[in-house]
């Protein structure tokens, strides 16, 4: 097997074409010529992911967010993006990221928590030509309250907290969602008719919205993880004897902790 092949593989599911223009997804590190005899798909590329990859005789590492998003003038292995790139290149470890590639298809980040959530008529929210576009949006089987929808919400991401707006008053039976930090696509939530937004890394300010609209940070690894395991089954069904593998890691690979 090659890294090519992996590479193409992944990108039947999410093409590197699609990406927005300040992302960084695709190979990082490697050659598509290079061997690989296998697999290990984590969250985010830190030098922990790569020891684990060492040890488990991985070779290749895809991840959802990119070891780089920028040009770099210097590599400080004390730094943890140093420490992976000196770690991955002296281990002869192949990186692959699929960001904002698994963010702007309907069966990847966005489209897994609606899922989660059990929402019936499931669409993209700022949709692009072709049906791709960032975020979803879908219909509660059956209207809830608005603490009802959070006690679903918090129990399905299995969240030890969640931040929200003030409360609505009337039911919620629309909700809009984008994986990692979609603050911008407030707007289009409302548009869309959404009670309810979903989303990350909102800012204080980003808590003041009309009436009948809430919103609520579920944290941006809680609302993007499954992609990992969508992107393993994935590979995994392409090439079923193939050694692929999810890091063992991955549920305390958050890096952010919560001390209640």
């Not at 039947?12 to 061997?35: H, K, R, T, V, Y």
């Not at 904002?100 to 928590?113: L, Q, R």
Request: aromatic letters at 6%; charged letters at 25%.
């Amino acid at each position: 097997m090659r890294v090519g092949d992996i590479i193409r593989a992944v990108e039947e599911f999410a093409p590197l074409g699609i990406q927005e223009d300040w992302d960084n997804s695709g190979l990082c590190i490697g050659a598509e010529e290079d061997e690989t005899k296998g697999v290990l798909v984590g969250f985010d590329c830190t030098p922990e992911l790569i020891d684990e990859a060492l040890e488990c005789g991985a070779d290749m590492v895809i991840t959802h967010h990119p070891l780089l998003f920028r040009g770099i003038k210097r590599i400080d292995g004390a730094d943890p993006v140093g420490a992976a790139l000196v770690k991955a290149v002296r281990g002869g470890i192949a990186v692959y990221a699929a960001h904002t590639t698994a963010d702007k298809v309907i069966e990847g980040v966005s489209g897994a928590m609606a899922r989660k959530l059990g929402l019936r008529n499931i669409g993209i929210l700022c949709r692009e030509e072709d049906g791709i576009g960032l975020g979803a949006v879908g219909d509660l089987p059956e209207p809830l309250s608005a603490g009802e929808v959070l006690a679903l919400v918090k129990e399905r991401f299995s969240l030890p907290l969640i931040r929200s707006s003030r409360p609505v008053e009337g039911p919620v039976r629309r909700i809009a969602m984008c994986g990692g930090a979609g603050s911008d696509m407030i707007g289009d939530a409302q548009r869309a008719g959404a009670q309810l937004y979903i989303t990350g890394d909102l800012s204080y300010h980003r808590f003041a919205v009309p009436d009948g609209f809430m919103v609520a940070d579920i944290g941006h690894f809680e609302s993007e993880v499954e992609i990992v395991s969508i992107l393993f089954s994935w590979i995994r069904k392409k090439f079923p004897t193939f050694a692929v593998r999810i890091s063992e890691k991955l549920n305390s690979s958050n890096l952010v902790h919560y001390y209640l």
